[in-house]
């Protein structure tokens, strides 16, 4: 830039913030308007990201990257998941990185003379990783106990406390099938919620016993459940076509199974998410439109009082491009200042009540650049008329003004 040209346009910065000095009170206000509307989009983004990363954290409580088999069990004579159907599925699916067939069964057990009931579950080691277990006490089931057949039982947190009055499993043991099973471990879900373990068969009153022992235990001839755990999300779709292909194969009919991944849920809460964020960033985008409101109002009143003094400019010299500049220069550095403030209260907020409730707020930097830009905009184009109304005066009018 020529030093002439940055000379006028640091004299015209310097009109610009004495006239603005001049009004501190009115030009506080309007900050302030700006501000909030520029913390609103800010913070109505954050409050998007976390209801999507809560819902997501149930989904992916289920499990990650999960492919899910089941029989729907329905019509006279429903097709079952058979061990044969495993084995192939083991076999031929590719890009697996862990495999879980769960048994099931549901047995009673006595506490205090009461009689209740709990679900006992045949996995292999396998199943804690691919549902996302967390081991409270003890340990869960190893490989030396699915070689060997163990007759060792690990048991849900609740069934814990039901039975045993708590979680020590020291000298604790479960009657199942008749036999005396030592509990080795105790373990909950990754997120316990009613609204993501509604549907588990590892929710509630349940225990989990070796694969193999399961299976040489009872007269089971089908799996209950298969959980196919691809090695990354992007594998998922070919997962579940490769195991779509493989049942196809094998059965007369797909239709009585459920074959699905969790991805579709992902997808589907994101797009509620950006739904929602949507509408509420247009209600946030209000705020932002009744503070460019307040810019225009504050510069017709600012280029009113000052008519005659723009006049005077005009008369010794002063480019009618000259004075748009500076009154655009005005608007412009009220909605800067008011972006800045909003930019520090939206991010300021949500990372307080994240503190406070230990809650991760995560704050996107594409709404801080967004909010920013859009509030600069919105003060520039609301500025705009008053700057155009002020070159365009009259200087015979300007002058004799009053």
Do not use: C
């Amino acid at each position: 830039m020529p030093i002439p040209a940055l000379a006028s346009l640091r004299l015209l910065l310097r009109f610009a913030l004495d006239g603005l000095a001049a009004q501190r009170g009115r030009s506080l206000l309007t900050i302030t308007g700006m501000a909030i509307g520029t913390a609103s989009v800010v913070a109505v983004i954050s409050i998007g990201l976390v209801g999507r990363d809560y819902v997501v954290g149930l989904i992916e409580g289920i499990g990650t990257n999960l492919v899910i088999i089941y029989s729907k069990d329905e019509g006279t004579s429903p097709e079952q998941l058979t061990f044969g159907d495993i084995d192939a599925l083991e076999e031929r699916v590719p890009y697996v990185s862990a495999m879980a067939p769960v048994l099931h069964e549901m047995q009673n057990f006595s506490v205090r003379n009461e009689e209740k009931s709990m679900r006992v579950l045949g996995t292999p080691p396998a199943y804690a990783s691919v549902r996302n277990l967390v081991v409270v006490s003890g340990r869960f089931l190893g490989d030396a106990d699915e070689v060997t057949g163990a007759k060792v039982a690990i048991v849900s947190k609740k069934l814990a406390e039901e039975a045993f009055g708590s979680t020590d499993i020291r000298g604790r043991s479960l009657r199942l099938f008749g036999l005396r099973f030592p509990v080795v471990g105790v373990f909950r879900e990754a997120v316990e919620s009613a609204a993501a373990v509604e549907q588990s068969e590892a929710a509630g009153l349940a225990a989990i016993i070796p694969f193999q022992t399961f299976r040489n235990l009872s007269d089971a001839r089908w799996a209950y459940t298969l959980y196919i755990q691809a090695q990354s999300r992007a594998a998922v779709p070919e997962v579940l076509a490769a195991a779509t292909s493989v049942m196809r194969e094998r059965h007369r009919s797909t239709d009585g199974f459920t074959m699905m991944s969790l991805t579709q849920y992902v997808k589907l809460v994101d797009r509620i998410s950006d739904g929602i964020s949507l509408g509420l960033l247009a209600i946030a985008g209000v705020s932002l439109l009744v503070g460019g409101i307040g810019i225009m109002n504050i510069m017709l009143v600012t280029v009113s009082e000052r008519t005659r003094d723009i006049g005077i400019r005009l008369a010794l010299g002063a480019g009618r491009q000259d004075i748009l500049l500076q009154f655009l220069l005005e608007a412009a550095i009220l909605s800067l200042a008011g972006g800045v403030l909003g930019l520090l209260l939206g991010v300021a907020l949500p990372w307080y009540v994240g503190l406070v409730n230990g809650v991760a707020v995560p704050i996107s930097a594409a709404s801080v650049v967004v909010a920013f830009s859009v509030s600069l905009a919105v003060g520039i184009f609301f500025g705009l008329y008053p700057a155009r109304k002020a070159a365009n005066m009259n200087l015979i009018e300007a002058l004799g003004y009053e």
